[in-house]
């Protein structure tokens, strides 16, 4: 059971645009959503968080909205950059208990020059 | 500089032997983490731990082994019980008090069998 869905295995976008990255989730105990970052044969890195109690959080060029009623949080690029091609992962948590991380299967971005 | 290191980067196994991926980190971190990452799929956990002497079965540990004796190390050992071990394979820490902290992840081994 995938209780952490990225439905689009791979997005493409114009540099210069806006890059909107989707997760779905079905644990209504989640409470705390990380977006990740990761080039080939390189691990992860983190780029923006979210908890619970926000319905948004903004870092720079990048924007994660939680929509807790749908469980759905996004990722909002702007504007994209070549050096954002990439795959993103997106993970769900619990702040209480065992503090897992349920990984999606990622998205993979390309930003055309 | 804090961080995770992995070695090695490649690793090359024949079938039936046993090997061990080194995982070690300086962030004073408590809880470590190993997953494994297959084309087209998600980071799957294999086995984490909280505290040192201490750890607990992820989602896929079957053929999987770990130890936690120092707070820095988390070795993970690849059994001839796997049927499928070929897979990049990621470590990760994580603080574990205080407020939500990110998991920090290494570089990664790249374990194949011939």
């Known amino acids: 059971d995938q209780q952490v869905k990225q439905n689009s295995p791979s997005l493409s976008v114009q540099e210069g645009r806006i890059s909107i990255l989707n997760c779905d989730y079905t644990n209504s105990m989640f409470d705390y959503f990380l977006w990740y970052k990761k080039y080939p044969a390189e691990g992860p890195t983190f780029l923006i968080s979210i908890s619970s109690i926000k319905d948004k959080n903004e870092d720079g060029r990048f924007t994660v909205f939680l929509n807790k009623s749908a469980k759905h949080l996004s990722l909002h690029i702007v504007p994209s950059q070549p050096g954002d091609s990439a795959v993103y992962f997106c993970a769900a948590t619990t702040t209480s208990g065992t503090y897992k991380y349920i990984f999606g299967t990622g998205t993979r971005l390309k930003v055309l020059a | 500089d804090g961080g995770i290191t992995q070695s090695p980067k490649y690793l090359f196994r024949k079938e039936g032997q046993n090997v061990t991926l080194s995982c070690e980190q300086n962030l004073n971190h408590d809880a470590m983490y190993w997953y494994r990452q297959d084309p087209g799929q998600g980071l799957r956990l294999i086995y984490y731990s909280q505290i040192v002497n201490d750890f607990q079965k992820g989602d896929i540990a079957e053929g999987y082994s770990v130890s936690r004796e120092k707070k820095e190390s988390f070795p993970l050992t690849v059994t001839s019980a796997q049927k499928n071990p070929t897979a990049f394979y990621l470590c990760?820490?994580?603080?574990?008090?205080?407020?939500?902290?990110?998991?920090?992840f290494g570089p990664g081994t790249r374990l194949t069998v011939l």
């Open positions: 990760a820490s994580k603080q574990q008090q205080g407020s939500n902290n990110e998991q920090f």
